[in-house]
């Protein structure tokens, strides 16, 4: 359900981290921060494009870091040119239980 429980003991051995010890992988998920769930593992992907970008792509850490502190909107980060236009059309796949009753509905007509 979550990485690292959050507590004393965890936050003392940083038992939660983005760095690695291999060289440019860094942590994305849940494990990189203590506590967990979907919030967590959002900030620590956010945070983790972050500090690529910090690295990789000064212009898009900066539009980024002011998105991320509410210093701008979606509409002025997505108008900067650091960012690719992406038009939103990416589906997800059934899962196996949408599949199952996709099946189970059309075998029913
Ligand atoms: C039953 C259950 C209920 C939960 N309910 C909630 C809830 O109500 N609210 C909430 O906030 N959180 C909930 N959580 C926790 C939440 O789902 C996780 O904290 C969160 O999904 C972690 O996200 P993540 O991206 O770090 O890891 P994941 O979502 O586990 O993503 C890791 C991805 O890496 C892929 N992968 C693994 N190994 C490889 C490999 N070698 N190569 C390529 N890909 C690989 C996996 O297939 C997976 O897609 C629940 C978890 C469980 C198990």
Redesign the pocket.
Same mark, same amino acid.
Do not use: C
């Given at each position: 359900?979550? !990485?690292a429980r959050p507590g004393k003991k965890n936050m003392q051995s940083k038992v939660a981290h983005y760095q690695t010890p291999v060289k440019n992988l860094l942590l994305g998920?849940?494990?990189a921060e203590l506590g967990?769930?979907?919030?967590?593992?959002a900030k620590? !992907?956010a945070n983790a494009a972050l500090m690529v970008f910090k690295k990789e792509n000064k212009t898009a850490f900066t539009a980024m870091a002011a998105y991320m502190d509410g210093k701008t909107d979606l509409a002025g980060l997505l108008s900067n040119p650091a960012f690719k236009p992406y038009n939103g059309h990416w589906k997800a796949e059934p899962t196996p239980a949408q599949k199952k009753a996709m099946r189970e509905a059309t075998a029913g007509e």
């Amino acid at each position: 359900m979550m !990485g690292a429980r959050p507590g004393k003991k965890n936050m003392q051995s940083k038992v939660a981290h983005y760095q690695t010890p291999v060289k440019n992988l860094l942590l994305g998920g849940h494990w990189a921060e203590l506590g967990g769930g979907v919030p967590i593992a959002a900030k620590a !992907g956010a945070n983790a494009a972050l500090m690529v970008f910090k690295k990789e792509n000064k212009t898009a850490f900066t539009a980024m870091a002011a998105y991320m502190d509410g210093k701008t909107d979606l509409a002025g980060l997505l108008s900067n040119p650091a960012f690719k236009p992406y038009n939103g059309h990416w589906k997800a796949e059934p899962t196996p239980a949408q599949k199952k009753a996709m099946r189970e509905a059309t075998a029913g007509e």
